[in-house]
């Protein structure tokens, strides 16, 4: 049978949670408001680097805020492998390259890669690091 936890301990542990306390309201944050001129920065920044989270910081607002005004000024921010690039990955990988080889290629983060090769339903090998360690990836498709 388990112990009942101490009660001390749990009133403790509430005064110490940052939830609200039962019965209060929660204060919504709203998202910042750009000016038309904070939005063309934002796309500025988002065009010279290509990263919708230091745009976002470079405007002190989050990658969420910054995502969506960047939809709204019509700048697809996520970029997907399209069926050429999977078809691609899949011959180099099979060809013996390594995620990160075809990543770096492509133009994509290795993980991405390998998710369209699992999709794909290619068998993925060990990375280099568990095959040194001798062990086996568990992460292989069936």
């Given at each position: 049978m388990r112990n009942a936890?101490?009660?001390?301990?749990?009133?403790?542990?509430?005064?110490r949670s940052r939830r609200p306390a039962a019965g209060t309201q929660?204060?919504?944050?709203?998202?910042?408001r750009l000016r038309p001129d904070e939005v063309q920065e934002l796309i500025a920044h988002y065009r010279e680097n290509g990263s919708v989270t230091a745009a976002?910081?470079?405007l002190s607002i989050t990658r969420q805020t910054a995502g969506a005004y960047l939809?709204?000024?019509g700048i697809a921010t996520v970029h997907r492998m399209s069926d050429a690039d999977v078809t691609?990955?899949?011959?180099?990988?099979?060809?013996?390259?390594?995620?990160?080889?075809?990543?770096?290629?492509l133009g994509f983060d290795p993980?991405?890669?390998?998710?369209?090769?699992?999709r794909a339903s290619v068998a993925?090998?060990?990375?280099?690091?568990?095959r040194a360690r001798g062990e086996q990836d568990t992460r292989t498709t069936t």
């Open positions: 936890p101490d009660p001390r301990a749990l009133a403790d542990k509430a005064r929660c204060v919504k944050k709203r998202a910042k976002a910081k470079a939809s709204e000024a691609e990955a899949v011959s180099a990988y099979e060809e013996g390259q390594s995620a990160a080889r075809i990543g770096r290629r993980q991405t890669v390998l998710t369209a090769l699992r993925i090998r060990p990375s280099s690091v568990s």
